[in-house]
């Protein structure tokens, strides 16, 4: 029986991107929080529904559920992308940390385990908000997120080996992650939603950009296609430049339509953002590119934060 360290699991979740489901909880809730006090300083408490409608103790209680869910869905499919890589041996030869299947530190059936446990967590607590914000389709959303997150590197043909990954990231860990998130809360969208969305979306794409881009002569030869393995070195590096661009545009455009000028603050995400452009745009390779990975995640962490700040309390 192979014992299996907490750093090793730890090491296993990649904390490194764990930003990425901050984030969207974050900038969905400082929408909601917006939306709520247009709402009701506009007489219209009445109008109020999701979580909302029973209380801000109700709202408060639904984005903690709602980033359960995004932290054990990011987890989840950490550790499913360990199992699914490593047994196809995809990981034989890293260049990043050392996985738990590939690395031979945990059998593989042990590591499936810990993904279904916390793709089960992510369930349950996507249940109880769905009964909080008493919307019942969106457990068809939950269930497409958890069958997104396995056959990302899972199944016959995990759409991540045909370089979609990048789509189906900013799809769930951007649009519905965010939306999602407001719209439990409140029963309504935004405009600033929306865009911090896309803001949002491109940050966790870059995040998988970056990775891939480090992966680019492994996945090759392993016949993983990537997006990064598409594009080729250049390319990918050029994308991503472009994603954090788009990132921090996204951040005036959240000013214009929401009128809360608190949120130019997230545009201390460009300090991270700078040295992390200039580490892949310096032609960084192999292990060098893990600082670009961690500057890359505070991109999205401060963007997340802000935003959502100054959504509410703009």
């Not at 891939?212 to 990064?228: E, F, V, Y």
């Not at 339509?257 to 032609?283: E, I, K």
């Amino acid at each position: 029986m192979v014992l299996v360290a907490i750093s090793d699991w730890i090491e296993g979740a990649r904390p490194r991107t764990l930003p990425a489901a901050v984030a969207p909880v974050a900038v969905g809730t400082g929408a909601a929080w917006a939306i709520r006090k247009q709402l009701v300083g506009g007489g219209h408490h009445g109008h109020l529904a999701g979580a909302a409608a029973h209380g801000i103790g109700a709202q408060v209680v639904a984005a903690v559920l709602a980033l359960v869910v995004a932290l054990a869905l990011q987890v989840g499919v950490n550790y499913a992308n360990d199992y699914s890589d490593g047994i196809r041996g995809t990981d034989d030869k890293r260049v990043g940390p050392t996985r738990l299947t590939a690395g031979g530190l945990a059998t593989p059936v042990v590591v499936k385990r810990a993904a279904f446990a916390a793709f089960g967590v992510a369930a349950i607590a996507g249940l109880a908000l769905t009964v909080l914000a008493g919307q019942w389709w969106l457990v068809a959303v939950g269930a497409a997120a958890i069958a997104a997150a396995w056959f990302y590197t899972g199944g016959t043909r995990p759409y991540g080996y045909a370089g979609l990954g990048e789509v189906f990231v900013f799809v769930f860990f951007g649009l519905v992650a965010v939306l999602g998130t407001t719209f439990t809360q409140v029963g309504r969208l935004s405009w600033a939603a929306a865009v911090g969305a896309v803001g949002v979306g491109v940050n966790a794409c870059a995040l998988l950009v970056v990775n891939n881009l480090r992966d680019i002569p492994t996945d090759s030869a392993a016949g993983k296609r990537t997006l990064a393995v598409r594009l080729g070195d250049a390319g990918t590096r050029r994308l991503f430049t472009a994603l954090l661009v788009v990132s921090l545009l996204s951040v005036g455009v959240i000013v214009v339509v929401s009128g809360a000028r608190q949120v130019g603050l997230a545009m201390l995400a460009a300090l991270p953002g700078f040295r992390a452009v200039r580490t892949v745009l310096g032609g960084a390779v192999g292990r060098d590119l893990i600082l670009a990975l961690q500057d890359t995640g505070r991109v999205a962490l401060f963007y997340g934060v802000l935003v959502g700040l100054g959504l509410g309390v703009g």
